[in-house]
């Protein structure tokens, strides 16, 4: 029977319904982690001992030149050995006189992956975990006054929620400012729930497409989780018209809520959004501009 070797054609995509869909806040069931390995080990043998050394295959080796071949080889290697001395007088070659050429790394600079990792160190203290009676999400603690920003669907109709810190510590919040339009919400924890991070203060963060940024929360109940990408495009419109930082940085439900952070390790946005053609991240998430948690903060008493 012959095989037919076209591939099916691509069905079209449905249409999008305008605005982002938001991260749904309640996890996915894990349904626990896969067991390991239990495939029982390979019996040891021991080696097999070596041959006694007159027992070894010999080496083979080149068959020998001829007399005027080895002549003209002995001609070659005296004229290399000349070169390589005439050279040594004349400046040519390498000579213990000359001094050696290293390379070096200039001091005071780190590399992106040492600067993502000590930005990480210091933005990962501020995020904690978010859970209501109906899901869980994320949250950031912001700086100078102790104050929790969030999503607005992460808390949508709860008045108090449950705050778990960095350090594994609960404590108890209340929703003290909510604005659905721009899915944003601060909670006003009854306790120290760890160090504030600080928020960019530039428009939009001061990002630019191509900038490295990472997010930090617990999808899918994982907390402390860390993924990074870059900026892929800044001002998108969302939901309501409201300006989105798009991002490639892998963001998944239980995500929502925790912080975008740059490699200065400021908070330039709240992951709030994600939009794929599967249940899954693809690489398009959106963020609530950190500019948008500022005005909110002021609307705190």
């Known amino acids: 029977m012959p095989v037919n070797s076209q591939l099916p054609p691509i069905p079209p995509r449905p249409e999008q319904p305008g605005g982002l869909p938001p991260i749904p806040s309640r996890p996915a069931h894990l349904g626990g982690l896969p067991p390991l390995n239990t495939r029982e080990p390979r019996a040891w043998s021991a080696p097999r001992p070596r041959p006694a050394p007159s027992a070894r295959r010999p080496r083979r080796g080149l068959p020998p030149l001829p007399g005027k071949g080895a002549a003209v080889v002995a001609a070659v290697l005296a004229a290399g050995v000349v070169g390589g001395v005439a050279g040594a007088q004349f400046g040519g070659g390498d000579s213990p006189s000359s001094p050696a050429t290293t390379a070096t790394t200039p001091t005071g600079i780190s590399s992106p992956a040492g600067q993502l990792a000590s930005a990480v160190a210091a933005a990962a203290p501020s995020v904690v975990q978010v859970r209501t009676s109906t899901g869980q999400g994320s949250g950031v603690v912001v700086a100078d006054r102790g104050l929790i920003v969030t999503n607005h669907h992460v808390v949508a109709d709860s008045e108090r929620v449950a705050v778990i810190t960095a350090d594994d510590r609960q404590v108890s919040a209340v929703v003290v400012q909510d604005d659905p339009e721009q899915d944003l919400a601060i909670l006003q924890p009854s306790g120290p729930t760890g160090p504030g991070a600080l ?103």
């Open 199 to 301: 928020i960019a203060g530039e428009a939009n963060g001061g990002l630019r497409v191509g900038d490295q940024v990472f997010a930090i929360g617990s999808p899918f109940g994982l907390q402390n989780t860390v993924t990074s990408g870059i900026v892929s495009y800044v001002d998108r419109p969302g939901e309501g018209g409201v300006p989105m930082i798009q991002t490639d940085a892998p963001i998944n439900p239980g995500t929502s809520g925790g912080g975008l952070f740059d490699l200065r390790g400021r908070l330039v946005g709240i992951p709030t959004a994600i939009r794929a053609p599967i249940s899954g991240n693809v690489g398009i998430g959106f963020a609530v501009p950190a500019s948008r948690v500022t005005q909110l903060l002021e609307r705190v008493p």
